[in-house]
């Protein structure tokens, strides 16, 4: 009964959006304030239905109701709580309900705040987002619907795969379609000011927290994906640029940019058609990651869903939504215009060529993502573009942004001079080229790209730190310190999140230019050195029972200098249901490095098949994805950006306060 | 729209194939008894293996796979780096067998060339339009009429005074 009342409560709530697609729009077109105002009840109805029937489906996989089918593909009575509740959007079919569900919290979420938006550009607004909840309502119920009964239900589901029984990746999905649905908010302003023909510094400052709430979001999400893959692919690998894994990274590196051509049109009222473009193929690399996850066009590691169909009509999707954005846009945009006037060394150069640098990186993802499919296609070359293309192709473009990134981000709007720019970075530049030459020269024997490496993470952390301390003024230390902790939580924000980017950097360079790898066949009670650590295999448990599997579990001793530091258990499992093996690593976690374990075969001769790699600063990757994120939430929650900013209408209050 | 169905289903069914063999494949990449004993070679093979494809599976080299096919094809390289191969000697005899498909870092040749210039022609033409946008808003004169009503621009004030 109760699946039945969540089915009709998606339907109710596709018709729903229907009507708030059609009436504000036509509201807004006459001027007619009470067919305008229905959009915002539209849009809290859409959404309470939505989560009704999200609810509703939560119900059945709680409770093993095997009687719908895609709780039998997807769950079993052993499985622990928390994968049931996460095998609900574990599948195509559920996370496309969560994916809806998302899409109507932002658009009631724009409702709800959105008291100081103009009448009409909200029920544009709002209508736009109710177009795209209908397309993906159609969607789910026409060709993916989550609710289907079976006639005859079985005694026992078929299991979740047991990839995915992991608090990693249970959580991994939510964060990623936050990220992407919050993309179609800044869609749907996008097309809302190119139907009124307008975009002003309000406008910028309207669709700067969702962009950025989307932004942080994608961040936490793709960091989430890429720490599941080290611990659980079995070798430590963080980034594949496999491509579903580009399905997420186009829609950050372009959110990125948006973010920030976003405050050139509300500091400046300049480049404000680009923005405009920007917010529209921000959403489209969203529509385009789901085409590629959801198809099964392109092979990869993680595609859950191969259905050519669905495939097909999230094209039209795409199509019909880019094609109808792209030509409102080619008609509008000359009548956008552009106010500010810079010259050519200032802040919004600076913040042009971050755009420049993302958007083109962003296509070179792009190329080489589909470029199996056009080879394919049109030459009839049947090829792989993997890692070597995309580290060879897109890491000049990221040094290029972070050496660029520490001056962009101190020169002042409309006109600076860069040797006055230059001079507080000194010392940042200085410490980078030392800890450069620094690792050059302990290893000399690695390339050249993991010095430059290393010296431009530098740059950018210490730049960030050069760049909040030059806000203090010029008074003593002692003040200047105190000014440090009264700075607006927007400018803290851009440091952490600048330092953050250095800090992942570090990581990924360390990593990839200074692992320690060992392959051996280890004999129990034998140790054996590995770079500074000794590691003995004590034992091997095979037929170890898990709540739905079965474990071969290695208990390794990692010592240093004699003395223990850990026993690690990297395991092999194998889940019965599913029929599939996995292998968890043993990795003892530390500030500067990860020492990584995993179990291989037993051999002919005795013994058993061990991998162990030292990986240093492996943890600083997340560790620099979270405090990008956090620097992200802390210019989130600066009062003057908040979403529901100037709703209140609280008294203007002097700058400076203490930020609470 | 029919040709690129087709190729969706062509595709679709490679991918549920490659996913039944990943299956059934045991759980480590690189044994032990395949590393070579001359570790300059044994670089060189790891080096190689990272750029091959294996065919098998979804999306992983030969060096990350753990699939029997995958297996032979790193066993394969260390024969011939063995017998005297050099790198690109390897990678030819590979890519003679399995086709291009296998190498992880398309060929500059024919219309992949497009796709190595890409990123470059990209870059000269997005540079060139950033410069003429930033030249022209450098010369361009400030405009003097505000495109806001006066109550817009007061409550656009209020808003920016928060």
Redesign the interface.
């Known amino acids: 009964m109760i699946i039945e009342l969540g089915h009709f409560a998606a339907i109710l709530a596709m018709m729903v959006a229907v009507f708030q697609m059609i009436v504000p729009m036509i509201g807004a077109h006459r001027g007619n304030v009470a067919w305008m105002a229905v959009a915002e009840p539209a849009a809290t109805t859409q959404f309470l239905l939505t989560a009704f029937a999200f609810a509703a489906l939560t119900y059945a996989f709680v409770t093993s109701d095997f009687s719908l089918s895609l709780v039998v593909a997807n769950s079993h009575t052993l499985k622990p709580m928390i994968y049931k509740i996460s095998g609900v959007w574990g599948n195509h079919e559920g996370s496309l309900l969560l994916w809806v569900l998302i899409l109507t919290l932002f658009g009631a979420m724009a409702a709800w705040f959105g008291g100081n938006l103009p009448p009409r550009l909200k029920a544009r607004v709002l209508a736009v987002q109710a177009s795209v909840a209908v397309a993906f309502f159609a969607f789910m119920l026409f060709t993916s619907n989550p609710f289907l009964r079976l006639a005859v239900p079985p005694f026992d589901g078929q299991d979740l795969n047991p990839l995915l029984q992991d608090p990693g990746l249970a959580f991994h999905p939510p964060f990623l379609y936050l990220g992407y649905v919050g993309l179609s908010m800044a869609f749907s302003f996008a097309v809302a000011a190119l139907i009124e023909g307008r975009v002003d510094a309000a406008w910028g400052r309207w669709v700067r927290p969702w962009t950025l709430a989307a932004w942080v979001f994608l961040t936490v999400g793709i960091g989430l994906g890429s720490w599941w893959a080290y611990y659980e692919l079995g070798w430590g690998g963080f980034w594949f640029w496999d491509p579903v894994e580009n399905a997420s990274f186009m829609p950050w590196l372009i959110a990125a940019a948006l973010l920030h051509s976003a405050i050139v049109v509300e500091k400046r009222e300049a480049l404000k058609s680009w923005t405009i473009l920007l917010a529209i193929l921000a959403f489209g690399f969203s529509l385009i990651g789901t085409f590629i996850v959801r198809s099964g066009v392109l092979t990869s590691v993680h595609a859950f869903a191969n259905d050519p169909e669905r495939g097909v009509y999230i094209l039209a999707i795409i199509v019909i939504f880019m094609g109808g954005a792209l030509t409102l846009f080619a008609l509008r945009a000359g009548a956008l215009e552009a106010k500010g006037v810079f010259s050519t060394v200032s802040r919004e150069s600076g913040l042009v060529v971050n755009n420049l640098l993302l958007a083109v990186s962003t296509f070179v993802v792009f190329i080489g993502t589909i470029w199996p499919l056009i080879a394919e296609m049109f030459f009839d070359r049947t090829l792989s573009v993997g890692p070597p293309f995309f580290d060879l192709a897109f890491t000049p473009f990221v040094f290029a942004l972070s050496a660029v990134l520490p001056i962009a981000a101190m020169l002042p709007w409309k006109r600076a001079r860069i040797g006055r720019a230059l001079r507080p970075l000194v010392p940042a530049f200085v410490l980078a080229l030392a800890l450069g030459l620094l690792a050059w020269a302990i290893y000399n024997e690695a390339s050249v790209i993991a010095p430059i490496g290393i010296a431009l993470s530098v740059w950018l952390v210490a730049g960030a730190a050069t760049d909040l301390w030059s806000r203090t003024g010029r008074n003593s230390v002692g003040h200047r310190v105190g000014r440090l902790f009264r700075l607006p939580r927007a400018d803290w924000g851009k440091a952490v999140a600048h330092a953050g980017l250095g800090l992942t950097m570090f990581g990924v360079v360390a990593l990839t230019g200074y692992e320690v790898e060992d392959i051996r066949v280890a004999q129990q009670g034998q140790p054996y050195q590995v770079g500074a650590y000794e590691v003995e295999l004590i034992r091997v448990d095979e037929n170890v029972q898990g709540p739905n599997y079965i474990s071969t579990t290695a208990t390794i001793a990692l010592r240093r200098d004699g003395q223990l530091i850990e026993m690690l258990t990297p395991e092999r499992r194998f889940y019965p249901v599913a029929g599939m093996p996995t292998t968890e690593a043993g990795i003892d976690s530390g500030f500067t490095r990860d020492v990584y374990v995993t179990l291989g075969d037993p051999q002919t001769g005795g013994g058993w098949a061990v991998r162990t790699w030292i990986k240093p600063f492996a943890n600083w990757i997340w560790g620099g994805t979270i405090i990008m994120a956090l620097g992200g939430l802390l210019s989130l929650s600066d009062r003057r950006y908040r979403v529901a900013a100037g709703a209140a209408r609280a008294p203007a209050t002097p700058k400076g306060v203490p930020a609470e | 729209?029919i040709?690129?169905?087709d190729?969706?289903?062509r595709?679709?069914a490679?991918?549920?194939l490659?996913g039944l063999v990943l299956?059934a494949?045991?759980?480590?990449?690189?044994?032990?008894?395949e590393?070579l004993d001359d570790p300059v070679l044994e670089d060189r093979a790891r080096d190689i293996s990272?750029?091959l494809?294996c065919i098998v599976c979804?999306?992983?080299?030969i060096d990350?796979s753990?699939a029997e096919l995958a297996r032979d094809l790193r066993l394969l390289v260390r024969e011939r780096l063995v017998a005297g191969d050099t790198d690109d000697e390897v990678i030819a005899f590979v890519t003679d067998r399995y086709?291009?498909?296998?190498?992880?870092?398309?060929t500059a040749t024919?219309?992949?060339i497009v796709?190595?210039l890409?990123?470059v022609v990209?870059?000269l033409i997005?540079?060139g339009l950033?410069l003429a946008?930033?030249?022209r808003?450098?010369a361009?004169?400030?405009?003097t009429e505000t495109?806001?009503t006066p109550e817009e621009q007061a409550?656009?004030d209020?808003?920016?005074?928060?």
């Open positions: 729209m040709a690129v169905r190729m969706l289903r595709r679709g490679a991918c549920i490659a299956l494949s045991p759980a480590v990449a690189v044994q032990p008894d590393v990272a750029g494809r979804r999306n992983e080299s990350e753990s086709g291009e498909f296998v190498l992880l870092r398309p024919g219309a992949n796709l190595w890409a990123p990209m870059l997005g540079g950033a946008f930033i030249r808003r450098a361009s004169p400030a405009p495109a806001l409550r656009l209020d808003i920016l005074r928060d």
